[in-house]
C-alpha cells in the first residue's frame, strides 16, 4: 500500500470469534489487536498489518480501504511524517 494510500484501514462486519486478530508491527514490536464487530481500525500505510490465523470455520467479513491524500499526515508527538 506504500503508493496508493496514506492511511489504511479495515472494519470486520462479522469477525471470528476464536482468532482472526489484527496483527501490527512498528517500531520492532508487534500488536496484536482483538477485533470488535462494527469498528473501523485506521494506521499509518507502512505500518506493517494483517489478520492472524481464525480457528472457526465461519467466514470473516471484513471491509478494507485505503485513504490518499497529498499532504502527509505529521504525528503530533514524534513529529514523524506519515
Known amino acids: 500500500h506504500i503508493s496508493t494510500a496514506t492511511i489504511s484501514g479495515v472494519m470486520y462486519v462479522d469477525p471470528p470469534k476464536d482468532g482472526g486478530e489484527l496483527l501490527l508491527f512498528e ?37 478494507n480501504f485505503e485513504y490518499k491524500c497529498t499532504k502527509r499526515p505529521l504525528h503530533k508527538v514524534s513529529k514523524q511524517m506519515w
Do not use: A, M
Not at 37 to 59: A, N, R, S
Open 27 to 63: 517500531d520492532g514490536e508487534f500488536y496484536k489487536q482483538t477485533i470488535e464487530k462494527d469498528k473501523i481500525y485506521l494506521f499509518p500505510y507502512w505500518v506493517w498489518h494483517q489478520p492472524t490465523p481464525q480457528k472457526d470455520k465461519l467466514i470473516r467479513i471484513s471491509i
